[in-house]
């Protein structure tokens, strides 16, 4: 079964961190371009960041750069998001999902991050 | 505001045909043919209905088809039916650094 898995969401306060993984499965997950896609409570879609099949190319909206960083280990089938300098408006539902072309194609479930005091 | 145009909602009776619009600019939508459509139902992941403007993904019901016409693109669902109600959104391939825009998402509700 094809399943993509996230996990390390939580409630954060303003200007901590926090590390999402998504654990891959039932792909060939070295094959893919991942990303990370976020939806904020009660609001649209909002792309986050791509990374390529070996790590090597990366790329971030405006708002997270410098802040987060994208990452992947292929023997581990796994997709790293670190957060760092947190903020209330990054409060959302992450998932991670494949890109296929210029399309998200396997979804993640989602992970819930909370940035409050 | 999203980068990409989207009505906040639509309806239709089960049986119709509704379509969603997705309007930016040429530097996205209008530029290149890297349109995608996605379905999402309340609490669920989103889920890939169309790409490349008008290609289906297995699996996905031939009611569902896009276009795309100078810097707007469509989303029709033919025959309505109950468990097409759902949030939808568009999203486009960008050539500014943001690389991928959705639009702000359409509520569709099955009358």
């Known amino acids: 079964e094809v399943q993509l898995v996230e996990s390390g969401g939580g409630l954060v306060q303003p200007g901590g961190s926090l590390r999402l993984s998504c654990a891959a499965s039932?792909?060939?997950?070295?094959?893919?371009?991942m990303s990370w896609v976020r939806q904020a409570p009660g609001k649209g879609l909002e792309w986050v960041a791509n990374i390529n099949q070996d790590g090597s190319e990366k790329y971030y909206v405006d708002s997270v750069k410098g802040r987060f960083t994208l990452s992947r280990d292929n023997a581990k089938n796994s997709l790293y998001l670190q957060m760092n300098s947190l903020r209330a408006e990054d409060t959302a539902v992450y998932y991670c999902?494949?890109?296929?072309?210029?399309?998200?194609?396997?979804w993640g479930q989602g992970t819930m991050v909370t940035v409050s005091s | 505001q999203s980068a990409l145009t989207q009505p906040a909602s639509v309806s239709g009776s089960p049986g119709q045909s509704i379509t969603i619009s997705c309007t930016g600019t040429?530097?996205?939508?209008?530029?290149?043919?890297?349109v995608s459509w996605y379905q999402q139902h309340p609490g669920k992941a989103p889920k890939l209905m169309i790409f490349d403007v008008s290609s289906r993904p297995s699996g996905v019901s031939n009611r569902f088809s896009g276009s795309k016409s100078g810097n707007t693109a469509s989303l029709t669902i033919s025959g309505l039916q109950a468990e097409d109600e759902a949030d939808y959104y568009c999203n486009s391939y960008t050539s500014s650094s943001t690389l991928a825009v959705f639009g702000g998402g359409t509520k569709l509700t099955v009358l």
């Open positions: 999902a494949t890109i296929e072309g210029y399309a998200f194609d396997i």
């Open positions: 040429s530097t996205d939508v209008g530029g290149y043919n890297y």
């Open positions: 039932g792909i060939t997950f070295s094959r893919y371009w």
